[in-house]
């Protein structure tokens, strides 16, 4: 647990304001003669009010206390969004993959249904309620999801049981003009024509958990989880949208960039040999009106504002849009 973990733990079962816990942390500092760091002070001051601070990793999780690596919990979330299903085709390795957008008053998590598991998404829609025990939780780009197996359990809307989402959530998504876009906004929707597409990158990726692997002593790749590999490659690309207020970049990740170009995974992997042939497939999309919804962020090593697409509309509605404008 971090340091903040354990003040709010100690907080929430103790009943204490921060500036009572604080005041509890000087003194046990200044008792100590300053021999303690804050932790320390407050593993003690836990102990004292009988406060465990051990994590829970078990039984009904919420979506803040979820961390990847974790298994056989179960957690009780909204459906906010529910996402295309895709095929995949990978030599051996066929089947089909859909994710869900699920929320509860603590945060945000994508679920990740495989194979035939998909076929369950047919039984709820948005804001049904779901009871999911089971799967495991892996990191993706920084976010975790859940990622539901043969032996997952669902149970949609069980009798009794209620979830208010985080207000972050519940947001709507806001159509924005590039130029009113601001840092570290989510939620945001904007329209407008590709002017620039950029190669796509390619990178080594743990073909088990698919975590970014780099290569070690010049000859291997190594994945903290599972050791030596043989890496699979993943891929993220950028293109230039403009509405006609300014320009922006948007990052479109795997699966975005899939949907950008209608491609699938195999033949945007064509490209990582065959760059040349990428000429084309760029002039497809190239002056396209297309509809992005995502966050903001600032790209600190660029310092420049950037917009990572979560959902792409590469034929937005005209008449539905044109209604837009003139309301």
Known sequence: MTLQEIKLKIMQDAKLTEVELNARIKKKMDQLAGLISQEGACHIIANELGVKLQLQTSGRMKIKNILPGMRN????????KIYETRNFDKGER???????????ETGLMRIVFWNDYVDKISSFKENDILLLKGGYVKDNQGKKELHLNDQSELSVNPPGESVIVAPQAQQEMKRKKIVDIVDDENNVEILGTVVQV??????????????????????????????QITPAYSYVMNVMVD???????????????????????????????????????????????????GRVKKNLMFDRIEFTAQTIDVNPNPEEELKRIKA
């Open 73 to 80: 919990f179960e957690i009780l979330a909204k459906v906010l």
């Open 243 to 293: 509405d006609g207020s300014e320009s922006i970049r948007v990052v479109c990740f795997k699966e975005m960039a899939e949907k950008l170009l209608s491609k699938t995974e195999q033949e945007i992997l064509y490209y990582k040999d065959n760059a040349v042939e990428f000429e084309n497939a760029k002039n497809t999309i190239l002056a396209k009106i297309m509809k992005f919804q």
């Open 94 to 104: 066929k089947g089909k993959v859909a994710n869900i957008l699920t929320g509860d």
């Open 198 to 227: 950029y190669d796509p990158r390619f990178f080594e990726v743990c073909p088990s958990c698919k975590k970014r692997t780099r290569m070690q002593d010049s000859e291997r790749f190594v994945c903290e989880e599972h050791g």
